[in-house]
């Protein structure tokens, strides 16, 4: 695993990630959708999801690109989350290191979500990505409103990293409300693929 990249900071609610571009429309597989902000959203296949709905990338510097899927909230979808993931940022052409991590990270939350925030048979989670040529978001929000508690687990323990590894590898990292129109939260983290001069 990667040396941590400097101090972190607490977990943040950073009211400028709250006021992003509103979520996705999620189509079935081959329909196209169209967000507030224009971008014209494809769908691509998962295993287990409804659907995932991405721009068609080239690289992240030719614009702002996002995804979405959401999936049953089941250990055995972890995979498939991964994988999406790990394609969908591969197809922006981003560094591997930064793909790694963020493939890492995102599947921490989506596991923290099933473990502490999807209780009931037939939940779901929905993961969202969202990617500029500065900034890299991976959002996973569940359907509790109990807020995630980092902690610090004995080295043995099998449990109680996720936090702390989500804190190692990206740049910032927090918990949002839901959106509209949904119960209980996101937790997300962020990663600068460009400093602003």
């Given at each position: 695993?990667?040396?941590?990249?400097?101090?972190?900071?607490?977990?943040?609610?950073?009211?400028?990630h709250?006021?992003?571009?509103?979520?996705?429309?999620?189509?079935?597989?081959?329909?196209g959708?169209?967000?507030a902000d224009?971008?014209?959203?494809?769908?691509?296949?998962?295993?287990g999801?409804?659907?995932v709905?991405?721009?068609?990338p080239?690289?992240?510097?030719?614009?702002?690109?996002?995804?979405?899927?959401?999936?049953?909230?089941?250990?055995?979808?972890?995979?498939?989350?991964?994988?999406?993931?790990?394609?969908?940022?591969?197809?922006?052409?981003?560094?591997?290191?930064?793909?790694?991590?963020?493939?890492?990270?995102?599947?921490?939350?989506?596991?923290n979500?099933?473990?502490?925030?999807?209780?009931?048979?037939?939940?779901?989670?929905?993961?969202?990505?969202?990617?500029?040529?500065?900034?890299?978001?991976?959002?996973v929000?569940?359907?509790?409103?109990a807020?995630?508690?980092?902690?610090?687990?004995?080295?043995?323990?099998?449990?109680?990293?996720?936090?702390?590894?989500?804190?190692?590898?990206?740049?910032?990292?927090?918990?949002?409300?839901?959106d509209?129109?949904?119960?209980?939260?996101?937790?997300w983290?962020?990663?600068?693929?460009?400093?602003?001069?």
């Amino acid at each position: 695993m990667p040396a941590p990249r400097g101090p972190r900071r607490e977990p943040s609610s950073s009211p400028a990630h709250g006021d992003r571009a509103p979520g996705h429309e999620t189509r079935a597989p081959g329909q196209g959708a169209r967000p507030a902000d224009g971008r014209t959203l494809h769908a691509l296949p998962v295993p287990g999801g409804t659907a995932v709905s991405g721009d068609t990338p080239a690289s992240p510097a030719h614009g702002a690109h996002g995804l979405r899927t959401t999936v049953p909230a089941h250990p055995s979808r972890v995979p498939a989350v991964r994988a999406a993931v790990a394609e969908y940022l591969t197809r922006l052409r981003l560094p591997a290191e930064r793909v790694e991590d963020a493939v890492l990270a995102a599947g921490e939350l989506f596991t923290n979500a099933l473990r502490h925030g999807s209780p009931d048979r037939g939940d779901t989670i929905t993961v969202g990505i969202e990617c500029d040529p500065r900034e890299l978001r991976v959002s996973v929000a569940d359907r509790s409103s109990a807020l995630p508690v980092a902690r610090t687990a004995a080295g043995a323990e099998e449990s109680g990293h996720g936090l702390a590894i989500v804190a190692a590898l990206s740049d910032e990292w927090g918990v949002e409300p839901a959106d509209p129109g949904t119960t209980g939260k996101k937790v997300w983290f962020s990663m600068v693929l460009q400093k602003v001069p």
